[in-house]
């Protein structure tokens, strides 16, 4: 299927139906950038409408609460519409908010009702930290120690987990199940609607984290019948450091009043008669708590229009084969030096970057920094590449690989301490 030369990497590239779009993004040319699974490069769309919306507050003042071309006040109901379709939800039950860990703990504070035996919340013991923290803090708010009533399944391999072993921990004692949509170490792509089937037939509510899949990958949340799910843009959907997250929340639960209330979860209309009795919104929106942060939000309207003229499932198909000519690559070039893959090799279980683990990780980062390649460590030993759809091209993938090779026939890695900086 593929080929180890330069040469069959450009005839990918001609190939390729998205190539025009690395035109839209600002990129150091003498770099290639492998780390836009932790943060997405700002494309001249971003900069445009962040630069619309400040002008908005520059001329209009107050008035772009309600006027101008990006009204800030519907926006993040407006955006959330747009989202819906990254992640397959209707346009009522997507709104851009909060901050990733923010969201959940307004999902984790509407969804997490003990009751009799069901008191725990199930989880994996490979999930970002910041996620295991909301889940500890929420179980200590209810009175609960995270010790006994946060259950996290194992791994078998410390890379990846089971579904059937998910599936098994999901007993009569778990309210609540909360689960990444693709692990971030190892780039699993989990089977949500597998899990979300087994949930439901168990009657326990799951909600899915999707930061590492969003903008990748695309999903079913609302055939797949996903109670809850939430998500940051700065990464695949390249909004910005900082940028505002979103959430799902299936029609289904509409009914429920948010566990955190505040005045943006407010019924439009009722918003400003400043009433003490909170009347909220009848969808999505209601799980806003505060004012919109509407500079970290403006960027993302100029990143959608990228997303609406690519496609999504055009996006997968690239990303797919980049990530498998990636490893096709590692294998060919790098078996001799001690890579392992750590990620699934099948299409259907790959996320959106290659994981290698080598025992050298942190300094070969730090060597391929040195070589104007950004890769992104995660301690002890993991490095993530991954090739963007939207601004990585198959001869950079190509390149990142022979300048590997390169670092690791002249020892070139061995400059460097074996230990992750500040930021990983």
């Given amino acids: 299927m593929f080929e180890a030369t330069k040469a069959f990497a450009e005839k990918l590239d001609q190939q390729d139906p998205l190539k025009k779009f690395k035109q839209e993004f600002y990129i150091n040319e003498e770099q290639i950038y492998l780390d836009g699974n932790s943060l997405g490069l700002m494309s001249k769309r971003a900069e445009k409408t962040l630069h619309q919306v400040t002008d908005a507050w520059r001329t209009l003042g107050i008035d772009g609460w309600t006027g101008g071309e990006h009204p800030w006040f519907y926006m993040a109901e407006n955006l959330g519409a747009r989202v819906a379709g990254l992640v397959g939800g209707k346009k009522e039950e997507v709104v851009v908010t909060g901050s990733t860990t923010t969201n959940l703990h307004q999902l984790v504070s509407t969804f997490y009702k003990p009751s009799g035996t ?40 410390g890379r990846t987990i089971s579904e059937d072993d998910l599936i098994a921990a ?11 949509t693709v692990l971030y170490r190892s780039g699993q792509l989990l089977d949500v609607e597998k899990l ?9 509510l799951i909600g899915f984290d999707g930061c590492h899949s969003v903008g990748a990958i695309p999903h079913e949340f609302h055939e797949h019948g996903v109670d809850f799910a939430y998500w940051c843009h700065y990464k695949y959907v390249n909004s910005g450091p900082g940028g505002v997250a979103g959430l799902f929340v299936h029609e289904k639960h509409f009914e ?21 009795t909170f009347t909220p919104a009848e969808d999505a929106g209601a799980f806003q708590i505060g004012t919109p942060h509407v500079l970290s939000v403006a960027p993302l309207i100029g990143s959608m229009d990228l997303f609406e003229e690519a496609g999504i499932d055009q996006i997968r198909e690239k990303s797919l084969q980049a990530t498998a000519f990636l490893m096709f690559l ?9 890579f392992e893959i750590g990620n699934p090799l099948d299409d259907e279980r790959r996320g959106g970057h290659v994981c290698l683990e080598h025992p050298d990780a942190a300094r070969i980062c730090k060597s391929l920094k040195a070589h104007q390649i950004i890769p992104d460590f995660r301690a002890p030993n993991v490095i993530r590449l991954a090739p963007v759809a939207f601004y990585v091209t198959y001869t950079d993938v190509f390149h990142t690989v022979e300048v590997m090779e390169k670092i690791m026939k002249e020892e070139l890695y061995k400059n460097y301490k074996n230990e992750r900086g500040v930021i990983a």
């Fill in 118 to 157: 069901r008191t725990k919340i199930l989880a994996d013991e490979l999930n970002f930290p910041s996620d295991i923290y909301a889940l500890q803090s929420q179980l200590k708010l209810h009175g609960y120690d995270p010790e006994e009533h946060l259950v996290q399944v194992k791994s078998r391999d």
């Fill in 256 to 276: 429920r009043t948010p566990g955190l209330t505040g005045w943006f979860g407010s019924d439009k209309q009722k918003q400003f008669d400043m009433e003490h």
């Fill in 196 to 204: 979300t089937t087994a949930a439901h037939e168990r009657g326990i």
């Fill in 170 to 180: 999901m007993t009569d004692e778990i309210a609540l199940i909360v689960l990444p």
């Fill in 330 to 338: 590692v294998k060919e070039k790098l078996e001799d030096y001690g």
